[in-house]
């Protein structure tokens, strides 16, 4: 997009605070923390249910962005004027009075702007397949514009339109709703010419009172489509679909029904399925194509791009050599362990300007005190002159600070041209010669971006940085991750704080990945059990408040020195505390010109019923009178109930919450002042708003896990634990397997030995039949006792299984519930004992 600032307030209605200065809008900005081209950005402030773009105003202005959407004034000590001692000289405010709205105003002005033919794909599953295989297919033909990943939403529908430029083509765009009305704000967005709708499901149900609303909001995306392409075999999306008028449908049935294009046979096939469609009256000829996939998911998804292309003209020859070669979609960025103290973010499946610049942004969350390295190939069928492809690319490698870049192609070495005299940049023909260079360069203690075109093969050079370790792994989805805490966020009253749980390892999840990712979004507090956690996390540079649970003597001087927040439970700990931080601020005083102040943060815990930590009623007076000698300052006070979870203990929670009211009021009235309030574990957020009271602590909801049972269909799968098979053999009727001769062949069996044990978290419990894993598909038993480094699976009914194959342990298909219940144990102690030796591989989605 490149518009002038008048053009801007045309377009959205706005009016200028004060007679706008001069600007070109190139960039648009939603996410104060992603500023990348500040001078020729606009930021859009856009208000939410816990975060207003409007207070990021002067830190915006601080980083060069002048020109801004606002739907309220800045606040009157900061009104901008003409005159340059006021706090905004030169910027551009233009008032609306909806952000939102101007935001959608602005995308769908842009997108009439362009002639080219639009494609909008919704539906409940499906949508970012369906549209990246249609890129995979149509890309020798067309300059396509798509959405990047799964930009579907409110915010991703309209960014992803204002990549529209002249050179495109084609544009292929997804939407994604859930709740009423939504859809009629991105369909103007949108206005596809031909419409896909993928099926219709429950995914997403939680905003729409029944399926039949949710199917209607979402056809509202075609009312002005000329076609749209979609399966007749389900008869509630046939019937909905008749209801629309002026539009051309493009249909399709397995099943036998009358349609467009008609299936006559699927078959699966060890290489992938075949597809055989007869005679109809839109394609009055036989036809047969084969896929690289199995699963019916893909197999749907596979022919609804069929159907497209018949509709677009091509011949079937060209469909069929073309699906023959689609591959699988690859959304995700990998963080891993690397060599030499290196941190590899592996993105090496796709390379475009847009997948660039999120890849960046992820580098800069993970990677604040590293050096940073970009790995990058040609950038392909980018629709844009080289010169301005890679001038923009130039650009952001320096806004972004990168230290270092490795180029592999042809084309990105007109970067040379580009980078400033200095800049640490050297090229390769291809990754071969790359590779062939390769042990005389040095990475060391630097985070290195992998970001090139599935052509490359960057696999092969993420294979040379990447620590070689134990097959095991954690998988942890931190988009998933972000979604839970997004859940949980929009359950807090407005200006309730958020603490969240990082205790363990983050549940096994990795405390310090998931607090950069925590303190990215803006969370209040965070929580570890032992100072030695709080003291990593400051290591790896995490700036957030961090309350320590359970303080220990021992470690007083690096509680103060790492600026972590005890939580004091007893009259002896605080007493202990205080003499040390007497002593502490008497040296440091001493060795000092300057008067120290004396103000280290505390948290007090009361025991109001749970009985195991916290002072008691009778131990206020005494607390009261201790503090107001003690050199701290008391940020909370809380409590722990007991079964906040529990529907048949709720009086119980009422009761704590009365006492922990009546405790905490006699403390304030001595303090003088009232501290934060806290009680609400993840259960207590959902089930007791009423006790939200200033902070709520979240703690095993982050992770996935729904112990109020009200969430579970809006919660995702953060982990993943994965092994694979190292060897399988066969067995007679009466063998054995493992220690002991647990394991009996009662029948020829065969056996999968996979690569986990009780020494990576696999209590030995699962084994004899306790437990299955999952594998390809299918579930396996486990058979004979587990051992310390290996597992045993009967995959007789398997028979496609094979040594190399992945093995779900747990995951989204096999949900951690299951293996906590067959064990008698609950998920806490699953994701905690998992070891440290097997290693967490971090995913963006």
């Keep these: 997009m490149r518009y002038s600032i008048q053009q801007i307030a045309e377009i959205t209605g706005g009016s200028f605070l004060a007679p706008p200065s001069e600007a070109v809008i190139e960039h648009l900005l939603l996410d104060s923390r992603q500023v990348i081209f500040p001078a020729s950005t606009l930021f859009i402030a856009l208000q939410g249910r816990r975060h207003d773009g409007h207070e990021f105003l002067r830190e915006l202005y601080d980083s060069g962005v002048r020109n801004f959407i606002v739907s309220k004034p800045p606040k009157n000590n900061q009104q901008p004027t003409a005159n340059s001692q006021q706090p905004f000289p030169s910027a551009n405010f233009i008032l609306v009075k909806n952000a939102h709205a101007a935001f959608h105003q602005l995308a769908a002005w842009h997108r009439h702007q362009f002639g080219l033919p639009v494609v909008g794909i919704t539906g409940s599953n499906g949508k970012t397949i369906v549209k990246e295989w249609l890129f995979q297919l149509l890309h020798e033909d067309y300059h396509i514009v798509r959405s990047p990943k799964s930009f579907n939403s409110q915010t991703g529908v309209p960014l992803s339109v204002l990549q529209i430029t002249p050179e495109h083509t084609l544009g292929i765009f997804e939407a994604g709703i859930s709740k009423p009305d939504e859809m009629g704000k991105l369909a103007p967005i949108l206005d596809p010419d031909i ?65 467009g294009l008609q299936i006559e046979s699927i078959r699966q096939h060890s290489n992938g399925t075949t597809l055989t469609s007869r005679p109809s009256s839109l394609v009055p000829h036989p036809s047969s194509l084969e896929i690289p996939f199995t699963d019916a998911a893909s197999v749907e998804n596979a022919i609804h791009c069929w159907a497209l292309m018949l509709h677009l003209g091509y011949a079937d020859q060209t469909i069929a050599d073309r699906m023959a070669r689609l591959e699988p979609v690859a959304m995700r960025l990998e963080l891993k362990e690397g060599q030499n103290g290196c941190t590899v973010i592996n993105d090496s499946y796709n390379s475009d300007l847009t997948s660039l610049t999120i890849a960046l942004n992820f580098l800069e969350q993970h990677g604040k005190s590293l050096r940073r390295t970009l790995i990058l190939s040609d950038i392909l069928q980018s629709g844009q002159p080289q010169a301005q492809l890679y001038g923009t690319v130039a650009r ?13 192609g042809r084309q990105v070495a007109f970067l040379k041209k580009l980078l400033p005299d200095g800049f640490d940049a050297r090229f390769y023909a291809g990754t071969a010669a790359f590779l062939e260079d390769f042990p005389q360069l040095v990475f060391r203690d630097e985070i290195i971006l992998l970001k090139g075109a599935r052509h490359f093969e960057f696999e092969r050079i993420a294979n040379q940085l990447v620590t070689k370790f134990h097959k095991t792994v954690l998988e942890v989805n931190l988009s998933a991750l972000l979604n839970n805490l997004r859940v949980y966020q929009s359950r807090l009253l407005p200006g309730t704080k958020m603490m969240v749980m990082v205790k363990a390892g983050a549940y096994g999840s990795g405390s310090v990945e998931v607090a950069k990712l925590l303190e990215f979004q ?75 102040s004396l103000n280290q943060p505390i948290h007090l815990k009361l025991d109001t019923g749970m009985h195991r930590l916290g002072f008691e009623e009778k131990d206020l007076d005494s607390v009261i009178e201790m503090v107001a000698r003690s050199p701290v300052t008391v940020q909370t006070i809380f409590t722990h109930l007991a079964a906040s979870e529990a529907p048949a203990h709720d009086g119980f929670t009422h009761e704590q919450a009365a006492r922990f009211e009546k405790m905490y009021e006699k403390l304030a009235v001595g303090l003088g002042y009232r501290p934060m309030r806290h009680i609400l574990n993840s259960g207590g957020i959902v089930r007791f708003p009423q006790h939200q009271m200033e902070m709520v602590r979240l703690g095993i909801g982050l992770y996935g896990i ?21 060897q399988v053999k066969t067995l007679e009727p009466g063998e054995t397997v493992g220690y002991g001769r647990m394991g009996k062949a009662q029948r020829p069996m065969r056996i999968a030995t996979l690569s986990l044990g009780y020494a990576d978290g696999l209590l030995r419990r699962a084994g004899n039949g306790q437990y299955s894993v999952l594998i390809n598909g299918k579930k396996a038993p486990l058979v004979g006792n587990v051992c310390m480094d290996m597992t045993m699976a009967d995959v007789t009914g398997i028979s496609d299984a094979a040594e190399g194959d992945a093995v779900i342990i747990f995951g989204k298909e096999l949900p951690v519930q299951e293996l906590a219940a067959s064990l008698g144990t609950i998920p806490y102690e699953i994701f905690t004992t998992i070891s440290e030796r097997v290693k967490r591989v971090y995913v963006q989605e």
Aim: glycine letters at 6%.
């Design 706 to 726: 729904d112990s109020s049972g009200l969430l579970q269909d809006r919660l995702q799968t953060v982990n993943t634990l994965k092994a694979t098979i190292s």
């Design 522 to 596: 803006h969370v209040d507090y965070l929580g570890v059990a032992y100072a030695d956690e709080g003291v990593a996390l400051r290591k790896a540079g995490i700036q957030l408040p961090i309350l320590v649970m359970n303080p220990e003597e021992a470690t007083f001087e690096a509680l103060v020195r790492y600026r972590l927040e005890p939580e004091i439970y007893s009259r002896s700990l605080l007493e202990n505390f205080t003499k040390f931080l007497e002593n502490h601020f008497a040296q440091k005083t001493a060795d000092s010109d300057s008067v120290t």
């Design 195 to 259: 419409g896909i709708f993928t099926n219709i499901g429950e995914a997403h149900s939680e905003g729409f009172p029944d399926i039949e609303t949710k199917l209607r909001e979402k056809l509202i995306l075609f009312k002005n489509a000329k076609t749209v392409i979609y399966c007749v075999d389900n008869q509630l999306i046939d019937d909905e679909m008749k209801k629309l008028t002026g539009i051309t449908f493009f249909t399709w049935s397995a099943t036998g029904k009358e349609a």
């Design 396 to 408: 952001l490698l320096l806004e972004k600070r990168l230290d270092r870049l490795i180029g592999i």
